[in-house]
């Protein structure tokens, strides 16, 4: 079983930039394809990022792309969600994910149903 724990969220300013972590306990973090999430209040939770075992294969929602980039380090058994111009719509509680479906040629997972484990969340909230 694989333990997933957040860090880094906080206030900013609307404009500024962030990064989160999620260090991962357990066997074999290279078995997982890793997502970040997020939900905000009265919201359901949605996919932000994933990124395949390997690093080779990521994928973004339309409303970050071009301002949020994910990466892992699987020597560290962690993965990055570091998140740019940030503005009021980004304000959420961001979750990691770990998944055992892999990136293939029809995509990565993307549904909150194709991972097998959640981090507790970590709060970020953008000041306009």
């Known amino acids: 079983q694989v333990q997933l724990v957040e860090s880094g969220g906080g206030l900013v300013q609307a404009g500024g930039s962030l990064r989160l972590s999620c260090a991962a306990s357990?066997?074999?973090?290279?078995?997982?394809?890793m997502g970040w999430f997020r939900q905000a209040p009265g919201k359901e939770r949605e996919f932000v990022s994933v990124i395949s075992r390997s690093s080779s294969s990521t994928r973004y929602a339309d409303s970050v792309k071009g301002r949020f980039t994910i990466s892992r380090d699987n020597a560290k058994n962690t993965v990055y969600l570091q998140m740019s111009s940030l503005n009021s719509e980004d304000t959420a509680v961001y979750y990691c994910?770990?998944?055992?479906?892999?990136?293939?040629?029809?995509?990565?997972?993307?549904?909150?149903?194709?991972?097998?484990?959640w981090g507790q969340g970590t709060q970020v909230t953008v000041s306009s």
């Open positions: 357990g066997p074999t973090f290279t078995n997982y394809a």
């Open positions: 994910a770990a998944s055992t479906w892999s990136c293939s040629g029809y995509g990565c997972p993307r549904s909150l149903y194709d991972y097998d484990y």
